[in-house]
Each structure stands twice: as structure tokens, then as C-alpha cells.
């Protein structure tokens, strides 16, 4: 098992009605400290997909590398960007597919949902897991119901990989999440409905370190 270090983990997202996109999710994620930045950008082509992640790339390198980057579902624009990692949905390809094509250095991460999936997810070689919704999210309003804290408490109990915990975890829950076994926490909403999201990871941030004393 790879000792990873998960703790804050943003995921991009784009609002053009608001005014901010990718990129400039990326850029509060890296100021304010985030420990893995996730592109996930489900409705852009590949070619465009490709031009934000070489840009995220660079983007982390000229922070000091000290963030984690990955790539959401796409293996091939995962490789192409040098990513470090991909995360993988249950409907893609199994982490060991996914690792024969983009090689062993990969990390390679599996949503979960139940016991059954974050078992399966270990099986097939997943590094880590993203379980969840914990709670009701926003930004995904047609995700299946939440599994709750003790949905997520019986997923830590079953499996001994890194556990980031996703779907509408933010400042004020985030203290029960860690409590219930979660080695980090994947945020969206919580950094993009803020009026200062480079403010919004640093409190975060906060929030994590205070939990995960000496990570």
C-alpha cells in the first residue's frame, strides 16, 4: 500500500455563469495548500481536456511539485500530462487495466460507494479510494443517496486503503468525517460557492491539519 498524502483534495470544477473555470479552481487549490488537485472536466473534448492538463501540470510543477495531480476517468490524457494519478469511476476500466496502460508509477484511485465496491476496488489494485456521497452534494444532483458517516465508518472497517471521503463535506462536517476513519477529504462546492476560494482551501486546510496531526 502506497503512503500517500490525500489529506486536501480539491476537485476543479467550471461555472461560466459565475466567471471561474478550471484553471482558476487549480490556482486557489495550489496557494492555499491543497495536497492533490483532481481534474475533472466530464463535459470538455479531449483535445481541450489535454490543454488544461498540461496547464494544471505546470501549474503544480511551478508550486514545487508539492501537490499531487490527477486526472479524472481519461487514462490517456492521464499519461499524455504527465499526471501522478487518475481516478476511476466503478463504470470505467478496472485499476489493473488501467495501470497496464499508463504504467506501474500511476496512482490509481476507485470511487466506492458500499463495502462490495471498496473490496473489489482493493482487489483490482486500486491505491486509493474515494468513497462517498457522505453527504448530499450540489454538484452532483443526480449522484446515489448518501451513505452517511456510517456508511463511510463500515468502508474504513473493511478496507485498509487511504479512504478520501467525498460529496458534501466542507469546513463544518469535515471534523466528522476525519473522525469516522477518512484520511482526507475531496471537496468541490466547499472551495467553488466561496466568495475567496484561495481563502476557502486555506481554511481547509486548516481544518486537516488540526485532524490529521503530523501529516
Known amino acids: 500500500m ?12 467550471e461555472d461560466a455563469g459565475i466567471g ?11 496557494d492555499g495548500g491543497a ?5 475533472r472536466g466530464k463535459e470538455i473534448c479531449g483535445r481541450d481536456l489535454h490543454r488544461l492538463a498540461l496547464r494544471i501540470r505546470e501549474m503544480a ?11 479524472n476517468d481519461r487514462v490517456d490524457i492521464a499519461v499524455a500530462a504527465g499526471a501522478d494519478g ?4 466503478q463504470e470505467d476500466m478496472p485499476a489493473v487495466s488501467a495501470r497496464s496502460l499508463a504504467g506501474e508509477d500511476m496512482i490509481v484511485g476507485m ?8 473490496e473489489r476496488a482493493r482487489e483490482d489494485g486500486a491505491d486509493y479510494l474515494g468513497v462517498g456521497p457522505v453527504f448530499a452534494t450540489p454538484t452532483k444532483p443526480d449522484a446515489v443517496a448518501p451513505i452517511g458517516i456510517e456508511g463511510l465508518r463500515s468502508i474504513r472497517e473493511a478496507v485498509d486503503l487511504p479512504i478520501v471521503a467525498i460529496g458534501g463535506v466542507d469546513e463544518k462536517n469535515a471534523r466528522q468525517v476525519f473522525a469516522a476513519g477518512a484520511d482526507g ?3 468541490i462546492s466547499a472551495v467553488t460557492a466561496a466568495k475567496d476560494m484561495r481563502e476557502a ?11 490529521l496531526p503530523g501529516r
Open 20 to 30: 471561474y473555470g478550471h484553471l482558476d479552481v487549480a490556482r486557489a487549490a495550489l
Open 61 to 71: 510543477d511551478e508550486g514545487g511539485g508539492g501537490c499531487l495531480f490527477f486526472v
Open 2 to 13: 502506497r503512503d500517500l498524502r490525500l489529506g486536501l483534495y480539491i476537485i476543479t470544477h
Open 201 to 211: 482551501v486555506r481554511r481547509l486546510r486548516s481544518v486537516v491539519d488540526a485532524c
Open 185 to 187: 477529504i475531496a471537496v
Open 111 to 118: 470511487s466506492a460507494t458500499t463495502v462490495k465496491e471498496a
Open 35 to 39: 495536497d492533490a488537485l483532481q481534474l
Open 86 to 89: 487518475l481516478h476511476l469511476g
